[in-house]
């Protein structure tokens, strides 16, 4: 298996993974999780820390994790990391919860995703980065993105990747259907998808009934909040506002019109979808480019990126779907070492530029994305187009405020039973968004939280 499609599969595994109910938990202090802030170390501290003999442990799945660690352990030689992927998607989480739970086997760095974060701020299980001077680093990385680390109250992890959602479009089936460019607005991609489906028979794209996220990152692009979180007991919970209906009954309208079709992904159906021109498009975010590389190689040549459809073309954004960071478990105990390896790895031009140019994850610091090195590059696969600098310019439109509950793998099991279901038997989608609503807050009052 080529490195492209064994990253894009690592991708694909964690994306797949959103459908375990989350277990019971207790509420936390209102300080936001982690440990007490303390002043920031001193420099022999660090100094003594870093040439001490030292083993870490550090739980990821990315591929091929090991050459970034190498080049840590080279530059601090006493440092000596084990690498263990204990597997992806919330397998990761549960073996991870279980080992904080019982004191024994945490790892001293952990990979989590933006949108677990709170999760494991709930149990105090976060180390507080911002005593190691983790805060002077907020203004290299995109600012959405660092929001999705910290906070009044801390800095929770160092970002890894991410994932700003674009439109990858195949050219030739668009313009078999008389369209010479992705459609720039949702009125024109309703339109767009009446013409693929009549010229084509193929759908635009595939809103994927087993993908809460996806809609989720749709719902962020268009400026609804369904979900806050003040850090202690309080959380919002909006899924069901006539805003949220909004964006769900446009989609219904087109999937039961069979414009859209949602098939579930990550199958051999669906696989096969994409390889075959069923799909013209993917509503994706930007590890998206990988992974048609690594898995519709016969497709070279046909594909374009493009920014999402706006609701609004005088004023593009976006919304998320995805990326990842790398967290220092409070159970820690070497936290200096454990920060500094979280950091290094993620914030110096080596490893960052490593993981952007031969794992693929996309970046999350502005020196590299600016960077013409990387931004510039054609890309072959897409017909010589600067993928990186489109999806560049994409992540500067993400609206930095969006949040997520302490609770999401609840979040996403439940809406697989209600919306999902209801995507997959093309039926009432807004319908079900009542019910999902219900069902998220009877959850967090049982949980001891007070919803507003």
């Known amino acids: 298996m080529n490195k492209a499609r064994r990253t894009a599969m690592a991708l694909a595994g964690t994306a797949a993974a959103f459908s375990l109910i989350a277990t019971g938990c207790s509420s936390g202090d209102g300080d936001g999780g982690g440990a007490e802030s303390a002043e920031p170390i001193a420099s022999d501290a660090f100094d003594e820390a870093m040439s001490t003999p030292t083993e870490l442990t550090f739980w990821t799945w990315v591929p091929d994790i090991e050459n970034e660690i190498a080049l840590f352990e080279e530059a601090y030689p006493a440092m000596d990391v084990t690498v263990e992927n204990v597997g992806q998607g919330l397998e990761h989480y549960q073996k991870l919860r279980s080992a904080l739970e019982s004191g024994e086997g945490a790892p001293d760095v952990a990979q989590i995703e933006y949108m677990y974060i709170p999760t ?21 990385y995109v ?6 680390v910290a906070n009044d109250a801390g800095v929770w992890a160092i970002p ?28 024109e991609y309703a339109e767009a998808a009446q013409l693929v489906k009549d010229e084509t028979g193929s759908y635009i794209s595939n809103l994927a009934a087993n993908e809460p996220v996806q809609l989720i990152a749709l719902l962020w692009q268009a400026g609804i909040d369904p979900f806050g979180y003040d850090g202690a007991e309080t959380v919002s919970i909006d899924v069901s506002s006539a805003e949220v209906k909004e964006i769900v009954q446009y989609w219904q309208d087109l999937v039961q019109a069979d414009l859209v079709s949602t098939d579930a992904g990550w199958t051999d159906n669906w696989f096969q979808n994409i390889a075959n021109g069923n799909y013209a498009g993917w509503l994706v975010p930007a590890w998206g480019p990988i992974f048609l590389q690594g898995t519709a190689e016969g497709t070279a040549g046909k594909w374009r990126a493009a920014p999402l459809p706006q609701w609004d073309a005088a004023n593009p954004v976006s919304g998320n779907w995805g990326g990842s960071s790398n967290a220092v478990l409070a159970t820690s105990e070497n936290p200096i070492a454990a920060y500094e390896l979280a950091r290094w790895i993620n914030y110096e031009p080596e490893p960052t530029t490593m993981f952007a140019t031969e794992q693929f994850l996309y970046p999350a610091l502005t020196s590299l994305l600016e960077d013409p090195e990387y931004a510039d590059q054609p890309v072959e696969f897409f017909g010589g187009q600067e993928v990186n600098a489109e999806f560049a310019e994409i992540s500067a439109t ?7 509950l302490p609770f999401m793998e609840y ?28 069902e998220l807050v009877d959850y967090a009052t049982e949980q001891g939280f007070t919803v507003e």
């Not at 050219?171 to 949702?186: F, K, N, S, V, W």
């Not at 993400?398 to 997520?404: A, G, K, L, R």
């Not at 039973?417 to 609503?437: C, H, I, R, S, Y």
């Open 398 to 404: 993400v609206d930095p405020t969006f949040e997520w």
């Open 411 to 438: 979040v996403l099991s439940s809406y697989n039973e209600t919306v999902g279901a209801a995507w997959e038997k093309k039926g009432d989608a807004v319908g079900a968004l009542d019910v999902w609503q219900q």
């Open 120 to 140: 494991f701020n709930l149990t105090n299980s976060l180390l507080d980065l911002s005593q190691f001077g983790a805060r002077d680093l907020g203004g290299d």
């Open 143 to 148: 600012e959405w993105v660092w929001n999705q």
């Open 160 to 187: 890894q990747d991410t994932g700003p959602m674009g439109n990858l479009y195949r050219e030739d089936i668009l313009a078999e259907a008389g369209l010479d460019a992705a459609p720039e607005t949702y009125d």
